[in-house]
């Protein structure tokens, strides 16, 4: 049998005994800082010269952000999960184009996961086809969306119909 000791000095227990709960709390404060600074979408954005709000933690603060713009949410047809690439492919670039045009741009939330919300629109209408409403939300609040009406070309449009 082999039995392995080790002695340290009094005084090296005392610096063991001090240095473990610092390190603890120093680890503790490293973890605290990072959360704090972790990307917080924006609470406004500014279209023109009208500011609006970006809550939008519930269908209610969802519907509010739509009615600022004059739309009127008639149903929430889905809500889904997505993914904001990583890499913007050429298309992303475009609809990240569409967002920086209303105040919004997706690049500090590549790679998050954000849910989307489609909305029938009442009395809306893209082309002369019914409206609807998409909207992509990160943390409570609306990172970006678009206006289309699907069924005609699939074009998207700002929430102002640009």
């Known amino acids: 049998m082999f039995v392995l000791t080790l002695k340290t000095p009094a005084k090296g227990k005392i610096k063991m005994i001090l240095l473990i709960p610092l390190c603890c709390v120093t680890a503790f404060l490293v973890c605290f800082v990072l959360v704090s600074f972790d990307e917080k979408p924006q609470n ?6 009208r500011e609006y709000s970006l809550s939008a933690e519930n269908e209610e603060q969802q519907e509010e952000f739509l009615s600022s713009f004059g739309l009127n949410a008639y149903e929430l047809l889905s809500e889904k999960e997505i993914v904001i690439p990583d890499e913007f492919s050429p298309l992303y670039e475009e609809y990240n184009a569409l967002q920086k045009r209303q105040g919004l741009d ?7 996961t954000a849910t989307q919300y489609i909305y029938s629109l009442s009395d809306c209408d893209i082309e002369g086809e019914k409206a609807y409403a998409d909207i992509i939300v990160y943390k409570g609040r609306v990172i970006a969306g678009h206006l289309t009406n699907y069924l005609q070309n699939g074009n998207m449009y700002t929430f102002t119909k640009e």
């Open 106 to 112: 997706l690049e500090k939330y590549k790679g998050k």
């Open 44 to 49: 406004k954005t500014v279209i023109g010269d």
